[in-house]
């Protein structure tokens, strides 16, 4: 639908009830088309609008949010047992999430930290069904391991904004022999800002033999594609708590694009990376001329 607003309408004949859904025209519109069409005795009233880019997201968030705490919905339609305060809050929730970071059409958060994570659950209300998803994935503790369930929950989990729960979805797929479509779970999470996805699809298509993934045929130039969109999210701060890993990938990335010759984009941007990895290793680090050494060597 792309543009249009997410409404929540309220009748004096359901009391209880909020319907919230969204439309690409004026909500009062809505609530006119639809007081004639249900037969209730009183017409619908708009409690509260937001407009949204993306829309059709912003109303499955907000559908999956009132759920995630614990609001219950009519089976099959838009009405929510809840008080029009309740509705109003997680339609302005998603005015914050989806609306601050600026991620166009796609609604999702791009802005999250690379590599990093906040255990505050208001900044991630996917969190709970996030850690449900992966009891049931893994069958941690007492939970009876089930994937299909574990698939349906990191489904809603990326609904409200985990960017973690495509590369597990990614996984899922892998494991149960569909590789192509773990790739377009991986894809989608990238383009909403996954960096992490980036990572893996440099590596499945770089060819590297990943368990489940080798069905998958090598695809280079993508492959240096993926990687170069990897080290360009990624922060000083997060190269200085993970230096030895971010070196390793470097160096894997450097053996993919080393033919390229030194003015290639790649290159370049395997350069900065290497020059921020030199400036992360301390001072006090009895290892530090060694890495630098290796840094030199892989980047000259």
């Given amino acids: 639908m792309g543009e249009g607003f997410v409404y929540a309408l309220i009748n004096a004949s359901i009391p209880g009830y909020v319907k919230i859904g969204k439309t690409?025209?004026?909500?009062?519109?809505?609530?006119?088309?639809?007081?004639?069409?249900?037969g209730v005795p009183t017409p619908f009233i708009v409690a509260f609008e937001a407009y949204f880019f993306d829309c059709d997201h912003a109303e499955s968030y907000v559908h999956e949010l009132l759920q995630a705490r614990n609001v219950a919905r009519v089976s099959g339609r838009e009405f929510f047992v809840t008080s029009v305060r309740e509705a109003v809050k997680a339609i302005t929730d998603a005015e914050k999430l989806l609306g601050q970071v600026g991620t166009g059409q796609t609604g999702l958060p791009s802005d999250m930290p690379r590599g990093h994570s906040t255990s505050n659950n208001q900044d991630r209300p996917?969190?709970?069904?996030?850690?449900?998803?992966?009891a049931y994935h893994y069958g941690f503790e007492d939970t009876i391991k089930d994937v299909d369930r574990a698939e349906e929950l990191y489904k809603k989990a990326a609904v409200l904004g985990a960017l973690e729960a495509f590369a597990a979805l990614a996984e899922i797929c892998a494991d149960r022999g569909e590789p192509e479509q773990g790739i377009r779970w991986l894809l989608k999470g990238a383009e909403q800002g996954s960096n992490n996805c980036w990572l893996s699809l440099g590596y499945i298509w770089s060819g590297k033999g990943l368990l489940h993934w080798d069905d998958?045929?090598?695809e280079p130039e993508n492959a240096?594609?993926?990687?170069?969109?990897y080290f360009k999210g990624i922060d000083f701060e997060f190269i200085q708590a993970n230096?030895?890993?971010v070196f390793g990938w470097l160096r894997d990335y450097v053996?993919?694009?080393?033919?390229?010759g030194p003015d290639?984009?790649?290159?370049?941007?395997?350069?900065?990376?290497a020059n921020l990895l030199s400036r992360a290793i301390s001072?006090?680090?009895p290892g530090r001329a060694l890495k630098l050494n290796q840094l030199k060597s892989l980047v000259s």
């Fill in 126 to 134: 996917w969190n709970d069904i996030f850690e449900q998803a992966g």
């Fill in 264 to 273: 290639s984009p790649d290159a370049k941007v395997a350069l900065k990376v």
């Fill in 283 to 285: 001072s006090n680090d």
């Fill in 243 to 245: 230096g030895d890993r």
């Fill in 224 to 229: 240096k594609k993926a990687f170069r969109h």
């Fill in 216 to 218: 998958i045929a090598p």
């Fill in 255 to 260: 053996r993919l694009v080393r033919q390229d």
């Fill in 24 to 38: 690409s025209r004026s909500p009062d519109e809505r609530a006119k088309e639809l007081s004639a069409a249900t």
